[in-house]
Each structure stands twice: as structure tokens, then as C-alpha cells.
């Protein structure tokens, strides 16, 4: 209470607690003078009070001379005094600062709030329990994606769900909302009114007044994003985990201090150890070597701080972000050892400090094995290609790339370094004389869709002529075109002289057999020609000793005995015969060659014939314009026209005089002699097989031996030529002899 | 005549079918002798008295080398006209022949009975001709 001066007439216990003036003697002391902080426009206000205003204000700062500021309130209004006159100013002031800051507290709160709504798409939603009324937050419109001018009804949200029984839901959770005040919280898929589909999130709880359910209001939040990612998440998740559950990959973990956390399936089966064994062991000394842990942390340490790195304690490598794969020895539990790929990754901390590591094992001691296989058969293929000396070769025919074998290199003397290669590159070696049979080869294969296997020169890096032999395939796709060829390529430079070696052996030996083959029908010839020329005349003996020594009367043993003469005379002239063959079969007949002159040979027959020539009245033509010399042995020339000659007038016609033509030409580079005449003729086709075996006879001729043409033949052949002959009986006979 | 045996000897080797001829008449056995000196001249004559077939031989001493006709030609004529003939004829193929190839070839002739290699022998010749003169009283 102040008096119309300002000064102070009393104070309330609660004023002085509120402006701290517990010590002070304020009664008596001019309200400006307690409080220096007041302006004018205060004391303006203080002098309209005195002239009868009244002063309210709710709330003002003050802000205090020690740089503080006081929430207050106040009431400041004239009193009278008991003559009606203002006695000064009633002032009911109080301070209000810590709801004033309460109250500021929940205004940032809301601020914030709001904000978080907008960045969270956090909508929310009232529902008045009474009035059915749905209130919407303007975030509620972003969410659903409808005008501004929108107003929502109950009904009208839930149309915006997806799924009627999410609706039907959303129908009961409002019911029981109503009936048990029961708070509510669904995930739910809607349509907005663009139709995008989005994942919200419901919650909400009922306000009740005195017992009665009021006010349902909650959220709704716009989870798409959110929901989206743990799909992702789950999925991942569930695959990570059929991944660890894998039995045919082992995958172990540790923890930050090295210490297994995780030992699936697969780890149990490939190591022998089951999890329980493992887990929380420190460091995987129980299954590593020591010596390839050291080499992994050294590389490690290597990779991360090079060369320079100098021993520091505080370094751990565990701490780098590595990632490596590597052949790894695993040992099982039974001891023994396997090779594994294992891929080592650190988890570290967004801070770089490792939080454990993940180790996936695969075990290739399998593979391994058939590499190790597959290295030695390699080895083995290449021991064989150099033994064979075989090379092969693959060509990619659409790119034009061809592979060499290691051996088909040393075949080519082609250094190995040269790794590009291409047609050309085996082209280029090619003999020239072969390159045209190479190009129509590979050409026809093209064509044909199939390698023909050839043989052909190459001239190597070296300048050396070889022969090789090219056997391949060609591989088409579906569509039937060539787009790979493989095959081998074998040196057969030396096998290809063998051959030559061989054949000409072959050739050699033919002719030995030939001759052989020759010698042994001669060898048959005799044994026949023993069998029956020389028994014949023994037996016949033999019958005559028997019967001679029967006779008892002299004039039959007379006769016996000139038969005995017969006998051998004949014998004799078969022995003579035989005799003759044998020396014509052995001499060598060819030493004695010279040129014979056929007209010379012609006339010495005629002349040595003239007597059966005169009796028989035998016309005889010698032509020899073509061809009137042979080189030949002329005994044998002689023989042959002799017998010859003299056969055809022994076995002439009966009916008219014999007609000889004897002609010599040259057919298909060989020299021919005929011998035609118009005689009896023989039936070939009866005897044929035996024209010219010894002592064959055909007619009932008192001079016929079988003699002649069996010596002609013998001496024809040892000379290498042929004689044969055609006949018609009673026409006439030619004999043809080729030399 | 019944028990005459008729023999017949084909062979051009006149020494031989003297030899034959004497040894059989040694032998003094009851026989009528026939010869000829090819495989023709034999057939010829069983093709001329194809109606009389009594004086057809009872055996054939028949060589394998002859001119004209050798042994396995007649055979092939031969075999041509047995139906024809009623008369059994023993056929005996004979030669100086040791070829293999001649034996196998005869003894694949059904009509032929045996090969047989010359000289025949007093003692053969006589227990063939015996046999056939014993046959026939049968």
C-alpha cells in the first residue's frame, strides 16, 4: 500500500517473499527507490492509477537490475480515503516467472513437436465420442493425399484402407475404444486418394471425463519407409540365416575380444567339433595353424601399413577393414588336416574398432585333390605328347584364337612366350608346296562341317621341314555353325620316312614273295610233273619187270624186252625235258641279253623247218615292221619260234596246208609277238588248263609228247613275260606272247 | 556169259595197257578184256550200244591222263548217260598221279569206287577181279 507519493505504507509477508525482501525495512521507502529498474512508462501508468485508473495486467516480464528477468502480475488501483479523495495506490503485484516458464517449456515442446510430426509424417486424429466428429491434423491431409477442403468423417477414413477386414477392425477398436475406454494400435495398409499404397501405423487412446469416454485421438504415422526397410531387413535376415545354417558352408564368428560366438552347421560337420565345444573359446588356435595365423597377420599388417610400418604397440590389425580371401589349413578335431578358401571380414564400429570377425570356410581339399589330379594328368598328357611327339590345339574359330599345347610348341620350335596366336600364326608354317592342300582341307571342313584328318610339310621357326599329321573336330552350335575346332597335331616326320622305309621293305618283299610264290607253283609244277611223267614210265617199268619175270615163253619175253626199250626212250626224253626246265629255271637267264633281230630268228626257224615246210605246203609270214628287235636272250627266241612254228604245221588241218602269221608290235609299251595259224584248233575250254603242262597231249598225233609248249612257257616266264592263247577248233590257234 | 566179267582198261599209255592186259590174263581168271586208248573212244562206244547194255563192261580201269578226254571228262559224260544204263559198272580210277589234288578229285565222284596209284600189282588186280566175280554169283 502506497500513498499518493509512492511511498511504501505497508507489505504484504507474501510481496516480500516474492521480491526478496526479507531483511529490508521497506515501510516508509519510495517505491521507485526499491525497485531503480522501473521506466517511466511504469511510472506514467503509477500517476493515471492516482488519478483513478486501474492497472491490470496478467502477466509482463520485469526485468530486474541484476540482468534477470521476473514474470509478474498485477493489479494496481487507487484507494479512498474517508472523505472520497485517492489516499494513494493499492498494488497487488506477484510473480508468476515458473509458470511463465512452464508454460514457454510447452510451447517449444509443441514446436518441436510439430516438427517431428512433419519429418516423421506423424498425423494426428481426434475423434469427439459424443459427435462422431473426425479432426485432422494438416499433416493427416499429406498423409491421405486429399484437398484441404476435405472433411473427414469416420466413415470416410476408414474408406481409405486397403483391406475390409483391416476396416472391420478398425470398426471394433473404435466400439471398444467407446465401451472400455481400450487404447488401440494396428498397422494397416491404405490407399490414399492418389492411390499410392502406404503402410500407417494407428495408435490411440480414449479421454475419458468423469468415467465417460469423451475423446478418442491418437496418431497416425506414415511407416512405408519404415515398413519397407524391415521387409528388406526380415528378408535379408532370413537369408543371412539359411546361410549360417548352411551345412555346406561353415561360417565362424568372433566377438570383439576374439572369442567364438558362432559355429554353425556346416563348421560342426567339417571340423568334427560341435558348437557347444567351440563357442567361447578364444582364438581359433584349437583348429588354425600358428604359422599361417602369423603369415595373416603379418600380410595384414603388411597391407595396411606397408613397408614403412614400424613395430608399434599400440597398432592391431584387427582393427583395419579387412576383408580377405585365402587358402586356409583347417585341422578337425580327429587331427587331420584339410585345405579350406576361407574369406576373413572384420566388423568394426562406425569408430574403426573391431567388433569381431566373420569367417566363411570352404573346403577344397576335394577340389584340390582333382586339381592336383588334373595337374598330374596334365603332366601326364604332356609326357605322352612329347613321347608321341603329338601336340593339340583349339581354335576358336569366330575370334580367330587359337591354344598350342606345350609339346605342339617344341613341334613348331616356337617359343612359348608367344601366346597370341591365330590361324595364321600355324599357317604361316605351312610348306609352300602345301599350302594350297591345307587351305581347300580347312575350306572343306568349313563347308562340311567336319574335320578331315591330313597330312602335310611345315617349315619351323627353325627352317626345319617336318610332317605332320592335323586329326580333329569341329564343334557347331545349334544353329549348325562351326565356332570351335580341337584336335592333335602329331610330328610323323620320322614315322612318314619309316613308312617310305616300309613300303619300299613292302615292295621288296613282294617281290621276293612273288618270286617265292612263283618258285613254289614251279616247285608244284615239278612235284606234278614228277608224279606224272616220271611214275608213269617207273610203274609201267615196274609192271613190265613183273610180268617178265611170269612169262615163261621167249618169244613174249622178246616183246617184253622191246617194250622195256620203249619205256625208256621215253623216260629219257621226259628226264631231258625236266633237265632242260630246270637249267632255263635256274640260270639267270636275264645276264644274257642282247638284241635280238626278229627277221634274223624268222628266217633261221623257216630254214631249220624246211623239210615239214615243203611237205606240209606251209605259207609262213614273218612281219616284223613294227617292232623288229627285242632285247633277249636268243636261245630262248630261238626255242620259242621253233616250237611254236613247228606246232602250228604239226597240228595243221587236214583239209588244207597250213598258213602262218607271225607278227611283232608294241601294245601298251610292251613288246607282243603272235603266232597265228589256221590248224586244228583246241577245245580251250577242255583243256585249256593243261595247253602247257609237260607231256599234255590234245590230238591223237603220232608225234605229240607234250613237250613244246611246256619248254616255251618255262623260258617265256623266266624272262618275265606271259604267253597265252585263243583257239577255235578246227580254225586255228593264235599264241600271244608279251615279253 | 554170266560168269565173264567184262573188264575194260582206258588208258593211252600203250606200255600200261600192255602190262594190264598180260597181267590180267595171268591171272587166268574168267574175263573179256576191252581196251581204249582215250576217255573218247570209251564213251563213244557206250553211247553206240546204249541198247545193248550186255556188252557194257563190268569194271573200268580208267587213267586220269589221256588226250583228247582225260579221266574226269569221261567221268562227266559218264554220269550223263548212267541212267540209261541197267548194268552196274565198277569204276576204278588209275593214275601215277601222287597229286593230292587228282585223289581228292576222284573220290569225290560217287560213280568212282577207289583211286588206285600205278603200277596196280599182280596180287591187287587179282583180289579185285576175284571180289567181282564173287559179287556177281550173289
Redesign the interface.
Given at each position: 500500500m502506497l500513498d499518493t507519493n509512492m511511498v511504501y505504507l505497508a507489505v504484504s509477508k507474501r510481496w516480500i517473499k516474492d521480491f526478496v525482501f526479507e531483511d529490508e525495512d521497506i515501510v516508509g521507502r519510495s517505491h521507485y527507490d526499491i525497485f531503480p529498474e522501473i521506466g517511466d512508462d511504469w511510472k506514467e501508468k503509477n500517476q493515471l492509477c492516482l488519478k483513478g485508473a486501474i492497472d491490470i495486467c496478467d502477466e509482463a516480464p520485469f526485468y530486474r537490475k541484476d540482468g534477470s528477468i521476473q514474470w509478474i502480475y498485477w493489479d494496481v488501483r487507487p484507494w479512498y480515503n474517508a472523505e472520497g479523495e485517492i489516499g494513494g495506490l493499492l498494488m497487488h503485484t506477484g510473480d508468476i516467472t515458473e509458470q511463465k516458464e512452464r508454460e514457454l517449456e510447452k510451447k517449444r515442446a509443441e514446436s518441436i513437436l510439430n516438427d517431428t510430426s512433419e519429418i516423421a509424417r506423424i498425423s494426428t486424429w481426434e475423434i469427439n465420442l459424443s459427435t462422431q466428429e473426425l479432426l485432422w491434423n494438416k499433416m493427416a491431409y499429406e498423409i491421405y493425399e486429399v484437398a484441404d477442403d476435405f472433411r473427414p468423417t469416420v466413415d470416410a477414413a476408414l474408406e481409405f484402407f486397403k483391406y475390409d477386414e483391416d476396416r472391420q477392425a478398425a470398426k471394433v477398436a473404435i466400439q471398444n475404444a467407446i465401451d472400455y475406454g481400450s487404447a488401440v494400435d494396428m498397422d494397416v495398409e491404405m490407399l490414399t486418394a492418389k492411390g499410392n499404397s502406404i503402410w500407417a501405423k494407428i495408435t490411440g487412446k480414449v479421454e475419458s471425463l468423469s468415467g465417460v469416454p469423451t475423446r478418442f485421438y491418437g496418431i497416425l504415422q506414415d511407416v512405408s519407409n519404415i515398413r519397407l526397410t524391415e521387409q528388406r531387413l526380415n528378408r535379408a535376415y532370413t537369408e543371412l540365416e539359411a546361410i549360417f545354417n548352411s551345412k555346406s558352408t561353415a561360417i565362424i564368428t568372433t566377438d570383439k575380444d576374439g572369442i567364438i560366438n558362432r559355429f554353425n552347421k556346416g563348421a560342426e560337420k567339417l571340423l568334427g567339433y560341435t558348437a557347444d565345444e567351440i563357442v567361447g573359446l578364444e582364438k581359433p588356435d584349437i583348429y588354425l595353424l600358428k604359422e599361417e595365423r602369423d603369415k595373416f597377420e603379418n600380410d595384414i599388417t603388411l597391407l595396411f601399413r606397408g613397408d614403412s610400418f614400424i613395430a608399434d604397440a599400440q597398432y592391431n590389425y584387427r582393427n583395419e577393414n579387412i576383408n580377405d580371401t585365402r587358402q586356409w589349413t583347417f585341422r578337425r578335431k580327429d587331427g587331420s588336416m584339410f585345405s579350406t578358401l576361407t574369406s576373413i571380414t572384420a566388423i568394426n564400429s562406425s569408430e574403426g574398432i573391431n567388433d569381431g570377425f566373420i569367417s566363411v570356410v570352404t573346403d577344397i581339399s576335394k577340389i584340390k585333390d582333382v586339381k592336383n589330379e588334373l595337374r598330374k594328368k596334365n603332366d601326364l598328357l604332356n609326357f605322352a605328347e612329347r613321347l608321341s611327339l603329338i601336340g593339340h590345339w583349339q581354335w576358336n574359330t569366330v575370334l580367330d584364337r587359337v591354344q598350342w599345347s606345350e609339346n605342339l610348341y617344341t613341334i613348331f620350335e616356337l617359343e612359348e612366350s608367344v601366346t597370341e596366336l591365330q590361324f595364321d600364326t600355324y599357317f604361316n608354317f605351312v610348306h609352300p608346296e602345301d599350302k594350297d592342300l591345307v587351305a581347300e582341307y580347312f575350306k572343306k571342313s568349313a563347308n562340311d562341317k567336319k574335320f578331315y584328318s591330313f597330312i602335310h610339310k611345315i617349315i619351323t621357326v627353325n627352317g626345319v621341314v617336318k610332317t605332320i599329321h592335323l586329326v580333329g573336330k569341329a564343334i557347331a552350335n545349334k544353329k549348325g555353325e562351326i565356332f570351335e575346332m580341337f584336335g592333335t597335331c602329331q610330328d610323323v616326320t620320322e614315322s612318314k620316312e619309316e613308312e617310305l622305309k616300309l613300303i619300299r621293305a613292302k615292295e621288296e618283299l613282294e617281290i621276293v614273295a612273288q618270286k617265292l610264290a612263283y618258285q613254289n607253283k614251279q616247285l608244284a609244277d615239278f612235284t606234278h610233273i614228277t608224279s606224272h611223267n616220271l611214275r608213269a614210265p617207273v610203274a609201267n617199268l615196274n609192271s613190265l619187270m613183273e610180268i617178265y619175270k611170269l612169262s615163261d615163253d621167249d618169244e613174249e619175253r622178246l616183246d617184253i624186252f622191246s617194250k622195256f626199250d620203249t619205256v625208256i626212250d621215253r623216260l629219257t626224253l621226259t628226264l631231258n625235258t625236266l633237265i632242260e626246265a630246270l637249267k632255263t629255271k635256274i640260270s639267270d637267264a636275264q645276264e644274257e641279253l642282247e638284241s635280238v633281230d626278229l627277221n634274223e630268228i624268222f628266217e633261221d626257224t623257216i630254214q631249220t623247218l624246211s623239210g615239214s615246210i615243203l611237205t606240209s605246203g606251209a605259207v609262213i609270214k614273218g612281219d616284223f615292221r613294227e617292232l623288229s628287235t627285242i632285247t633277249y636272250n636268243r636261245i630262248y627266241m630261238d626255242s620259242i619260234f621253233l616250237n611254236l612254228i613247228g606246232n602250228a604245221i604239226k597240228y595243221k588241218a587236214k583239209d588244207r596246208a597250213p598258213e602262218i602269221i607271225v607278227k611283232s608290235k608294241v601294245k601298251n609299251g610292251r613288246n607282243i609277238i603272235t603266232f597265228k595259224d589256221n590248224g586244228l584248233g583246241i577245245d580251250l575250254e577242255r583243256h585249256g588248263h593243261k595247253l602247257f603242262g609237260l607231256n599234255k597231249v590234245f590230238h591223237r598225233h603220232p608225234d605229240a609228247k607234250g613237250v613244246g609248249l611246256f619248254l616255251t612257257k618255262t623260258q617265256v616266264e623266266a624272262m618275265g613275260g606271259t604267253i597265252t592263247a585263243t583257239s577255235e577248233v578246227n580254225v586255228g590257234t593264235t599264241f600271244t606272247i608279251i615279253f | 556169259m554170266n560168269n565173264v566179267l567184262k573188264t575194260c582198261i582206258v588208258d593211252?599209255?600203250?606200255?600200261?595197257r600192255?602190262?594190264?592186259v598180260?597181267?590180267l590174263e595171268?591171272t587166268k581168271l574168267p574175263m573179256e578184256i576191252m581196251v581204249f586208248?582215250?576217255g573218247e573212244e570209251a564213251i563213244d562206244f557206250m553211247l553206240d550200244n546204249l541198247d545193248q547194255d550186255s556188252v557194257f563192261p563190268d569194271v573200268i580201269f580208267l587213267d586220269i591222263?589221256m588226250?583228247?578226254?582225260d579221266g574226269f571228262?569221261f567221268m562227266e559224260e559218264y554220269v550223263k548217260i548212267k541212267p540209261r544204263v541197267g548194268k552196274k559198272i565198277t569204276i576204278y580210277m588209275v593214275?601215277?598221279?601222287?597229286?593230292p589234288v587228282d585223289i581228292e578229285r576222284a573220290k569225290k565222284i560217287s560213280a568212282i569206287s577207289d583211286y588206285i596209284v600205278?603200277?596196280?600189282?599182280?596180287n591187287r588186280l587179282k583180289t579185285i577181279i576175284e571180289d567181282l566175280l564173287e559179287e556177281r554169283k550173289d
Open positions: - | 593211252d599209255d600203250s606200255i600200261y600192255f602190262t594190264m598180260k597181267t595171268s586208248p582215250d591222263d588226250p583228247v578226254m571228262q593214275s601215277s598221279s601222287l597229286d600205278k603200277p596196280i600189282g599182280l
